[in-house]
């Protein structure tokens, strides 16, 4: 797999894992949550050249990162992975640094992009396919964020996702009742 966009991580143990899993990968490290303005000016550059990828952790420093980056540079794509996925049990920590080969792959095989266009997605129409307010409304949440590659989500997060990368209350319709299908096979 090639890729040409420049991949914003988090740290050097990221940049070296995923150096293992892609031959030719270029990295621009935020170290850590401290992100300063020439990160953000290198990011940007970076961005105008050849295109920008975040893929941060899956927790709330990586969330944060993002959400820095996403307002101060445009049109980044992002690749998100599942927290399950990247977690290390023994040393109890997580990072992109902890994930499989193929986990890697299918994330960023797996890009979302920012759309010019917003969602008109709400509230209600979340409560109302049980994506808010009942007893699973995070299994299914959960459910469509990994179909659709959106990393994990609180309800919050989910419905500013969907909004942001312009996804339909149609394709919403559809995933919720592939999960309720999937329930009822169980």
């Known amino acids: 797999m090639r890729i040409k ?38 990011i940007a550059e970076a961005q105008k050249k050849r295109g920008v990828i975040i893929f941060t952790d899956p927790d709330y ?29 023994k040393l109890h920590k997580v990072g992109v640094e902890h994930c499989t080969r193929e986990d890697l792959i299918e994330s960023l095989s797996n890009i979302t992009e920012v759309s010019d266009s917003e969602s008109k997605i709400t509230f209600l129409d979340l409560y ?13 949440r959960d459910f469509i964020s990994e179909k659709l590659h959106l990393g994990n989500n609180n309800a919050k997060q989910f419905i500013k996702k969907i909004k942001m990368f312009n996804i339909s209350l149609e394709t919403i319709k559809q995933l919720s009742e592939e999960y309720e299908k999937k329930q009822v096979v169980k």
């Open 61 to 89: 420093q990586g969330k944060r990162i993002r959400n820095i980056i996403n307002d101060a540079v445009p049109d980044c794509k992002n690749a998100y992975i599942m927290k399950e996925k990247a977690i290390d049990y």
């Open 128 to 140: 109302n396919l049980k994506l808010i307010g009942c007893k699973n409304s995070n299994e299914i």
């Open 5 to 42: 966009e420049i991949i914003v991580v988090e740290g050097k143990a990221d940049t070296r894992r995923l150096k293992e899993v892609f031959n030719n990968i270029d990295t621009i490290e935020t170290r850590g949550s401290a992100i300063n303005k020439r990160t953000l000016e290198l």
